[in-house]
């Protein structure tokens, strides 16, 4: 095995172990395995060859011979017609822990899953139609039953899933798997063959009449508004994008209706802000899970989850239009929208929040009492407050996990997104001791770096050649809640329908 760290807690290794029944009290596994491979390899060239396999990470020469394999013809799954009345169920690997082989990961555990919002659980996802039919609801207890094979768990009524179908995700109830996943939702493996690996009709299923408490994400942090009066996330077909092609409101308020002074940030050389563009993002959570872990973000575990205390920065929301049977989702990142006219900073009674020359929403952590008045009056909903010691700072890993860049918050303290204010300070002093200015995309955003999709944007808005400037230009941008004159930094460009016409139908 190639060397990696020291042991965290002075432990011994299987070949220190081995040695030390032996007699060899003092012998390290370095010098154990370099004095057997230089037996295996006697000659004036083994400190070559050594060094060399150390680096490479493997020994030259020593790898199995190549065999041929070919594919078991019970592995093949027929596609018959499924018959009308019969139920068919479809094996899923998780979104988060895989086929769970991640379960183990508390921050896994923790990531909302995209369409559900789920935490710590994979319940049963069922159309609803069908959940009609059974008279069941969300958190509702069932039985499932697959050739005389029984299990119970939980459903969840998913907006667009097939009717008479239901779908499990694998990689949790595991018994074996630490601290983080032992004990996590329901093992469905049981119910799969190896005749059938991913899906097969048969099912049955009905309800128990007992109910199982599930943590999800979703509606803990409402932005409350009438239906339809203002719209989160706005979209349009082609078509209409090129009658209308503006998508900011009207009842946006002018610039001078504001009780807060006026400042002037194209006087300063930066004014940070962010564009997301909803037509690229896919909800895939990446961002949420780089902010995690930039900004030493705790993990509070499904019974917080539950009473909606969990701590991410940032959020993924997810929205449905149309007919729940068959609607379009839309996926929306939101983070702080570092208001120009914050409504946190007028009611912290210590100032704790307060606004920098640049245009961030800044925390001050030492000086918050945890009033939160501030996450009352965020319309956003975008801050967390540390109801309890989630932090631990005496086990030796979680120091080695964590950012030394970023605070680690104790209990009682309100915090956010800072649209991780450490980058933009070590670049600012990186920049002035090279008598130069932030170059444009020189510095990202964890959320930003992590996005396979290129969904975020972060810049220089006082730059008109910056691209996050030029896309705050564009006609499809609009700031969220925008009527409320926060004057967010944080905006989004609307999502644009093309579909093929062939494939709408």
């Not at 493997?58 to 009308?84: C, F, M």
């Not at 400042?263 to 563009?277: R, T, V």
């Not at 109801?387 to 964590?402: A, N, S, V």
Request: charged content about 25%; glycine content about 6%.
């Amino acid at each position: 095995m190639q060397p990696l760290i020291e042991p965290l807690y002075s432990g011994r290794s299987t070949h220190e172990f081995v040695s030390l029944l032996a007699g060899q009290t003092e012998s390290r596994g370095y010098d154990l395995v370099r004095a057997y491979w230089q037996k295996q390899h006697s000659g004036p060239d083994f400190e070559a060859f050594w060094r060399k396999s150390v680096h490479d990470g493997w020994i030259e020469g020593t790898a199995y011979p190549a065999k041929r394999v070919t594919l078991k013809a019970t592995n093949s799954q027929s596609h018959t017609a499924p018959d009308g009345n019969s139920l068919e169920i479809n094996f899923r690997r998780d979104p988060s822990v895989y086929d769970g082989r991640f379960s183990n990961n508390a921050w896994l555990q923790e990531l909302p899953k995209p369409l559900t919002k789920m935490t710590w659980d994979n319940p049963v996802m069922i159309g609803p139609a069908m959940a009609e039919r059974l008279h069941v609801k969300s958190e509702d207890i069932v039985e499932l039953q697959l050739q005389g094979r029984k299990m119970e768990a939980p459903v969840w009524i998913q907006a667009g899933h097939p009717d008479n179908a239901v779908t499990v995700f694998l990689g949790y109830g595991r018994r074996r798997a630490g601290r983080a996943g032992t004990g996590a939702g329901f093992d469905f493996y049981p119910l799969r063959m190896s005749a059938a690996p991913w899906f097969t009709s048969g099912l049955q299923i009905r309800a128990t009449g007992g109910t199982y408490k599930l943590a999800t994400t979703q509606g803990e942090q409402t932005m409350d508004t009438p239906v339809g009066a203002r719209p989160l996330v706005r979209e349009a077909s082609l078509e209409e994008y090129k009658q209308h092609p503006k998508f900011a409101t009207e009842e946006e308020p002018p610039s001078p209706l504001t009780l807060f002074p006026a400042f002037d940030y194209k006087k300063e050389p930066y004014a940070w802000g962010m564009a997301i563009d909803l037509n690229a993002c896919v909800g895939c959570n990446n961002c949420i899970v780089a902010c995690q872990s930039e900004n030493n973000i705790p993990v509070v575990g499904k019974e917080q989850v539950v009473r909606g205390r969990h701590m991410h920065w940032l959020r993924v929301d997810a929205y449905y239009q149309g007919d729940r049977a068959n609607p379009r989702a839309f996926f929306q990142p939101v983070p702080c929208m570092q208001c120009e006219n914050a409504p946190c900073e007028v009611v912290c009674p210590v100032g704790a929040t307060v606004h920098s020359t640049e245009g961030l929403n800044d925390m001050v952590y030492n000086r918050c009492v945890g009033t939160r008045y501030c996450s009352n009056n965020c319309p956003y909903k975008v801050r967390r407050f540390n109801f309890l010691l989630y932090q631990d700072w005496d086990t030796p890993q979680y120091k080695l996990m964590r950012n030394p860049d970023v605070t680690v918050r104790s209990r009682g303290v309100m915090e956010k997104c800072t649209y991780c204010v450490q980058r933009i300070t070590q670049h600012r002093i990186d920049a002035e001791r090279a008598d130069r200015k932030i170059a444009d995309g020189e510095l990202q955003t964890a959320c930003q770096q992590s996005c396979p999709a290129n969904a975020i944007i972060f810049g220089n808005i006082n730059d008109p050649n910056s691209r996050v400037a030029k896309l705050k230009a564009h006609a499809r941008n609009y700031g969220l809640l925008d009527d409320l004159n926060t004057r967010p930094r944080t905006t989004y460009l609307a999502e644009v329908r093309n579909p093929n016409p062939e494939l709408k139908e």
